[in-house]
């Protein structure tokens, strides 16, 4: 079975500025899948980020990164120069095997102007 | 590409009717469908798995006579929730797995669905 931990249900930054969201999961398989979704007011869940385990470097996407910690099943999100539309709940997310996607709790993130 | 509608966005029944909401991957084949369930302000809850041409898998505390689970195509999975009551009152999002791309999943847009 897989978990997934978000331990912060609220973060705040300021505009431009850097923030850190963290997520940790358990998992007893050795090819797996890491993800961050975005879900905005919307509430249409958006693909942030993925990770692949298998892959030690850690993926990129524009002002998104991530710190992949594979020995200590640690997978955070940085998110540089924020801005206002970035404000939303993040989930982190695990999968494997072609099996079904679980959530952690997600981390309401504001952005103060 | 992969893109995944829901119809309809948003449903209001009353207590004891049954509503039907659809999933639909536009742009590739789907053989594994996911049906979530989202109360405000909490995650996604998995209720099925729904495989083309099978019975869907339900978690468990999900009750499989309430929330029935219809995937006839690699193009539609149907959920119908028979006799609905307030507290079927929900958030519903449904993913599709592309069997081309392997363990990618594309979300719907979400079924708000009140029962009066």
């Known amino acids: 079975a897989q978990t997934v931990t978000q331990s912060q249900p609220e973060m705040s930054v300021q505009e431009a500025e850097t923030v850190t969201l963290s997520c940790t999961y358990d998992t007893s398989e050795s090819d797996y899948y890491l993800f961050w979704y975005k879900q905005p007011p919307s509430r249409q869940m958006i693909l942030v980020i993925r990770?692949?385990?298998?892959?030690?470097q850690n993926a990129t996407e524009n002002r998104f990164s991530v710190n992949f910690q594979k020995a200590a099943k640690s997978f955070s999100l940085k998110i540089s120069d924020s801005q206002l539309g970035d404000a939303a709940m993040y989930f982190c997310?695990?999968?494997?095997?072609?099996?079904?996607?679980?959530f952690g709790a997600g981390t309401r993130l504001t952005v103060k102007p | 590409g992969a893109v995944v509608s829901q119809h309809p966005s948003w449903v209001i029944c009353k207590s004891g009717t049954s509503v039907k909401i659809e999933c639909r991957s536009l742009?590739?084949?789907?053989?594994?469908m996911f049906w979530y369930r989202q109360f405000p302000k909490q995650s996604l809850m998995l209720m099925a798995t729904?495989?083309?041409?099978?019975?869907?898998?339900?978690e468990q505390g999900v009750e499989k006579d309430k929330f029935l689970i219809n995937h006839a195509s690699l193009t539609l999975s149907t959920l119908t929730v028979t006799s609905a009551h307030p507290e079927d009152s929900s958030f519903y999002i449904c993913s599709a797995r592309d069997r081309d791309r392997g363990y990618e999943q594309y979300f719907g847009p979400g079924t708000r669905l009140t029962v009066t």
């Open positions: 997310a695990s999968t494997y095997n072609n099996n079904d996607m679980r």
């Open positions: 742009d590739f084949q789907a053989t594994t």
């Open positions: 990770q692949e385990a298998y892959k030690q």
């Open positions: 729904s495989n083309e041409g099978s019975k869907a898998t339900y």
